[in-house]
């Protein structure tokens, strides 16, 4: 069984690529090439889970490809992701500046599935020797529900990310 954490990373990268900001995971199973371009580096920085209802009791949902009805289970996380900015060393950080600018606006317009943005901010541009890159840290604070259903026999599906119920 997950925890439902693993594809954060991945699905905010896949969103800001859909945005037009360049994206792509900090710890990739592949080998990454070099890129030319300003890049997104998605990372999770930190993950603060709370109980939620009675035993973390979500409620009953119908399952209308079964027909049945399921139990729901699950906690809000607070969720910290870097959204670290990279580029080429040569340059005077306009392209760092434009990158950011697409990147604020993709998160303020809009959010990923299941994740509600609820803070979002930057630090200075530097200098980062190790990739030689002008690198500018990035961090979005979000929210999101990771919930599982228990099925009759008492045991549990995976962890899903769902989004934060609107009231």
Known sequence: MSAGLEGICREMADYLNSRGVPAVTAWPVEARRELKQTVAVVSLRGCRVEPSGLQNYLGDRYDRETGR???????????????????????????????????????????PEGLTVEDFSCGQTARDGESRRLKRPVEA???????????????????????????
């Open 141 to 167: 604070v979000c929210t999101a529900w990771l919930s599982a259903v228990q099925h009759l026999d008492g045991g549990f599906t995976d962890f899903e990310l769902r989004g934060v119920a609107k009231v």
């Open 69 to 111: 009805w399921e139990e729901r289970y699950g906690r809000k996380a607070r969720i910290t992701l870097g959204l670290d900015l990279y580029a080429p060393e040569k340059g005077d950080g306009a392209a760092l500046q434009a990158a950011f600018d697409a990147l604020a606006e993709a998160l303020l317009l809009g959010e």
